[in-house]
Structures are given as C-alpha cells and as structure tokens.
C-alpha cells in the first residue's frame, strides 16, 4: 500500500561482530572443582542470563542441575535445548517466585544445592520506574528470601548477578539491585555460605536489549530510535555474561564484589550505526536514526564502582574487586526489610522511594509534579518532601526518576 515501510531482510549478526572483543579466558580447573559432582540452581534460568550459566554449567558435569523461574514457556524450552545439547544431564526444571518464601524454601530443601547462581531480576529500567513495587518485590524480597534459604540450609557458594547501574544509581532498578548486594553481603559469615556478587554490564541481543529493538526496526525500514546521542553503555555477549559469573564463583572466598573489565562504554549511536552498515544498509539513504529524548531513570552514562570502592586486581586479568566502604549488618537489613514490606503493603510510591535513599544516599531520584497534586506539594523541595515524608498519615509527590546527576 501507498505510504507503507520496506521490509529489510538482514543477515544473522553475531553480538561479537558489534562489540569486537575477544572471549574471556577462565579458570577452568577450578570452575570444575565447585560444580562438577555437585547439585547447582539457576535462578531466572530461563531467562538470557541464566539460560547460557545453564548451558555452561552442563558442560561442566554437574550431578544435578536446578532451573528456577516463573515463566513456564521459556523454561520449557530451555529443558528441551539442555536435553538436546547434554543428554547426560539431570535437569530439574522448577517453577516457582523467588520472592515467595515457600517456593524458594521448597526447592532448595527438595534439590539441596552446593551452588546458587541468582540471576532472576526484573531489569527494564524505565518499566521499574513505573512499577516500583514489582521491582521491590523482585529484585529485594526475592534475593532476601532465596539468601536466607541459602544460609539456613548450608549451600556452599551462592553468586549475585547485579550490574552496573547499582553505581550512583539514577533508577529503581539500580537502586533495588544495589540493595541485593547491600543485603547479601550482610548474611557474610566466617564460617557459612559465601555470598560473592559480580557487577556486569548490558548484555547484546538478550531479552528485550536495544539490539532486538534495533533488529526489528531494521526490519520495518526504520527509524532506529536513540533516546540521546551521547548515551553510553557497557556491552558484553550473553556468553561472556555466563564466562564472567562462573570466574566470579572460582574467584570467590566471601564477601566479595567483583567488577570485570569490560572496555570502553559504547555509544548507543554508534551500535545503531554499526548494526545498519552490517546488515548491509545505508544510514540515512535506507535507514534513519532519530533520537526520542532520555527515559525516566536513565543515566547517559554508566559506572562501574563507587568513587569510594578501591578497585584491586584479581587472579583473574579481566577481574577486579572492590571493597565497599560500608558493611551493613544483619540486624540493619532486617529492619530495612521490615520497614520495606509495611511501605510496600501500603503502596506509597513516595515513601518507598524515601526509604530506598535512606539506605542508598548516592540514589538520585528527581521528583516531577503531579498536575492532580496540590500546588504546595507541587513546589515542594526535597528535604521537604523527606521531612513531609516522616509524618504518620502523609503522603508527598509520588517521585520520577530522571537524569539528575551525570557528573
């Protein structure tokens, strides 16, 4: 019909093809030494993550492997890929909700794992800034509830996927997932469970990631739509993802928090650019780029430690560790999680925000007007919002993350 796009039929592209880095090298022998004979789970197994620490597990000869998720569909197809590639392997595939007690409790009293890789997280940033509760309750409760789980039943390692946007965060994700690590860290024990977290960056062609986006969008003619032309990212494949994680578990003792290396962060732009010239396109003359303006929680660029976390070198060339300058302990974190769970039952975005920065005081949500709030709550500074905030009864502006600090 008149007006209608092209389609553009483009040629399978490689994720390595667009970030042109070499593969990381790990430790094999002592990867082997800490999942082969043992029973190990995946959470958020089915997902772009945890569906590659699957498949590299199974290459390691675990007794058993664990796969917990709650999407029925995509676990299904993940036993069947595993069944394919590994027919030796003993999967157990397990739908459950991390942030359910007795789901996680069940599945690790049931399978008894050595090794918990907790990879399960809602990730979406500007969908979290608009459904804060889901992320709270996914990415706060659920590594609560399955640490906890891990302690009490004695799993040998268990290893947090977090990410870099924990650093100075800008969103509710970050935020979220920076207390994940806040809270694992405080389940640390001389003699227990080693609670290790690996900090990695965005992952090319997972799930919903911008080059899916840009895919598509190829496919329809275009445009390719760029929220700023100075966005950046960090990007690795889905198997460096997995490389990295299993490194971080050979790595850790305790209580670590490891940062891989992961180049120079990527213009947004650029990819966008370099996906048009590999899919054998003309930027412009058949495709388009237009740039839509930054979303609620973005920052325009990432980082990867805090300015007071000391990075020091590993065994590992392309892994570093920081050391965090504050160690909360249990009790702390058993009450944040208490105060959390009343904020969230009562369903006060603006309190909850509160309270996430009370833990988190380098979190920057900015609060934009609410054209059906009161005009004085419309003007309404922070220190008064928070001020405000502390009074039984009182609600204040429900807050929107947005690029507030870019320093």
Known sequence: MPGDKPNHPIREIAPEELIERRQTCVDRECIGERIQGKVVMVTGAAGSIGSEL???????RPHALVGFDQAETPLFHLERMLAQSFPGLAFEPVIGNIAQAADVNGA???????????????????MMERNVFAAVENNI???????????????????????????RPASVMGATKRIAELSIRALQK???????????????????????????????GGPLTVTHPEMRRYFMTSCEAGQLAMQALALGKGGEIFVPSMGQPVKIVDLARNLIHLSGLQREQDIKIE?????????????????????????????????????????RINAFMRDLRQVSKSRD??????????????????????QALPRSSQSMSFDAVQQAATQPGLSVPIPQTTVSNLS
């Open 291 to 331: 740039f839509s303006g930054v979303r609620p929680g973005e920052k325009l660029i990432e980082e990867l430690n805090l300015q007071a976390e000391h990075l020091a070198p590993t065994g590992h060339p392309r892994m570093r560790s920081v050391d965090p300058p504050a160690h909360l302990g249990k009790a």
């Open 141 to 167: 409760f659920g590594t609560w509830q399955i640490a906890l789980a891990a302690s009490a039943q004695g799993v040998e390692y268990f290893v947090l996927i977090s990410t870099d946007k924990v650093v």
């Open 349 to 370: 975005a603006a309190r909850l925000i509160l309270l996430l920065k009370r833990l988190i005081p380098d979190y920057c949500p900015a609060f934009e007007p609410q």
């Open 190 to 220: 001389r003699n227990g469970t080693k609670f290790v977290t690996v900090r990695l960056g965005n992952v090319v062609g997972s799930s919903g990631s911008v080059v899916c986006l840009f895919k598509e969008q190829i496919a329809a």
């Open 108 to 126: 690790i009293k049931q399978f008894r794992p050595a090794v918990v890789f907790h990879a399960a997280a809602y990730k979406h940033v500007p």
């Open 54 to 60: 699957c498949r590299q597990i199974a290459g390691f």
